[in-house]
């Protein structure tokens, strides 16, 4: 009986260890945008865009957030801007195509939970290099609702995805 209980602690025991250096990735897509802006390539939220923000802030906020990435656009830091400065979390900027970027966002919040926002096209891309898969595709130019939950050990390997619509 003692080395089954023994052999019963030390599984969970090596679980609690893993889980201790899991790190989980928050990815969403920047919340709605001006359409006709004199801001060209770089618009600003719409009405409906900072509402969307807002819940955000209010789906996130009792989450242990570490960081917060955005793209160098208006849009992406717009949409995490409320709850960063709920948070008191200054927004880093990161370049989605480069992900040695995305290793070193792992590397320094390893074992801590980290919100990313991106686009239609890099958030799915992104997803599908922190899983080692081609299941994410791009989303439709008119959902702005995603918000992938992405856990991981080592990125590429043992994720594990929960996907909501906010």
């Known amino acids: 009986m003692k080395i ?29 945008k001006e359409t006709a802006s004199v801001h060209g390539q770089d618009p600003v939220l719409s009405d409906e865009g900072r ?3 807002a819940r955000l802030m209010d789906l996130l906020l009792f ?10 656009f208006q849009r992406t830091h717009q949409t995490v801007l409320p709850l960063a400065q709920a ?28 919100l990313v926002c991106g686009h239609s096209n890099t958030i799915p891309r992104l997803a599908n290099y922190l899983t080692g898969t081609e299941t994410y595709k791009d989303f439709n130019d008119q959902d702005y609702s995603n918000l992938l939950i992405i856990t991981v050990f080592v990125p590429g390997k043992l994720a594990s995805v929960i996907w909501l619509k906010y």
Do not use: C
């Open 87 to 114: 948070k008191s979390i200054s927004i880093k900027e990161y370049q989605p195509g480069k992900m040695d970027e995305i290793n070193r966002m792992w590397i320094e919040n390893e074992g801590q939970t980290i």
């Open 63 to 72: 989450t242990p957030i570490a960081a917060v990435y955005a793209t160098p």
């Open 4 to 32: 089954i209980g023994f052999g019963l602690l030390t599984l969970f025991s090596s679980l609690a260890f893993s889980q201790s250096r899991l790190t989980t990735f928050i990815l969403v897509r920047h919340a709605e």
């Open 51 to 53: 509402r969307r923000a």
